[in-house]
């Protein structure tokens, strides 16, 4: 067990639908990431935050969003979704975002399918 | 950006043989990290090289970080079926947030 908390597992939803996808990172973890893991693809990085402020942005598409609110948790938003969506989406926490603190502990992942 | 390669993609091996995973980054490292993730898993940090030439072992795993600090590798002696899964190489991007960079990982299959 890693310690990170996503919810939830799997969610199955229709095109141009919304969701949200969240996250706990583990006790005293101030930095959270998230990456999208396509069928049989490496890890995309999406968005990191440090606590609660946005850090560093990957190839996040506009029609996603996220937040870390004050508690650390975080959530990611994902709107007008389309087929090519479907991916597993991992959250990853870290204790800073200083380079010597970026050990990355992920969480099982969220499975997201678009139907 | 940083970018960080790995080869090959896929490597399929008969139960007993060596494996070696190759990563290498577009820039210089401050560090370079290795993750496992089984089928149907999530990643699991496996270890953490910080040194130029740093050798690391555990176990049957040798991890090698370039005198250069811009490329690593991962070795396997005598697969087990255990050792299924994908490895990824990661490293800190020091112009993004010290975000971490994956690279696109090596599938290892191993056949008993």
């Known amino acids: 067990d890693s310690g990170v908390t996503q919810t939830p597992k799997h969610l199955i939803t229709a095109t141009g639908q919304r969701v949200t996808l969240r996250c706990s990172p583990r006790?005293?973890?101030?930095?959270v990431y998230w990456y999208q893991q396509s069928l049989d693809q490496g890890l995309q990085f999406l968005i990191q935050?440090?606590?609660?402020?946005?850090?560093a942005k990957g190839n996040i598409l506009e029609r996603f969003s996220a937040q870390q609110f004050p508690d650390l948790h975080s959530e990611l938003n994902l709107s007008s979704l389309e087929l090519g969506d479907s991916a597993l989406y991992f959250c990853?926490?870290?204790?800073?975002?200083?380079?010597?603190?970026?050990?990355?502990?992920f969480g099982q992942g969220t499975r997201l399918t678009v139907v | 950006g940083q970018q960080v390669m790995q080869i090959p993609q896929y490597q399929h091996v008969q139960e007993g043989e060596d494996f070696t995973t190759y990563c290498n980054s577009s820039?210089?490292?401050?560090?370079i990290q290795w993750y496992k993730q089984r089928p149907g898993g999530h990643p699991v940090f496996l270890i953490q090289?910080?040194?130029?030439?740093e050798v690391k072992k555990q176990k049957r795993l040798t991890f090698q970080f370039g005198e250069a600090k811009k490329n690593s590798s991962l070795h396997i002696t005598a697969t087990q079926t255990t050792d299924v899964g994908t490895y990824f190489c990661?490293?800190?991007?020091?112009?993004?947030?010290?975000?971490?960079?994956f690279g696109g990982g090596t599938r290892l299959m191993v056949k008993p």
């Open positions: 990661a490293g800190p991007d020091n112009n993004a947030g010290n975000m971490l960079t």
């Open positions: 935050y440090y606590n609660g402020e946005e850090r």
């Open positions: 820039t210089t490292l401050s560090n």
């Open positions: 006790s005293g973890d101030l930095s």
């Open positions: 090289l910080v040194k130029s030439g």
């Open positions: 990853a926490s870290s204790v800073s975002h200083r380079r010597e603190n970026t050990e990355a502990f």
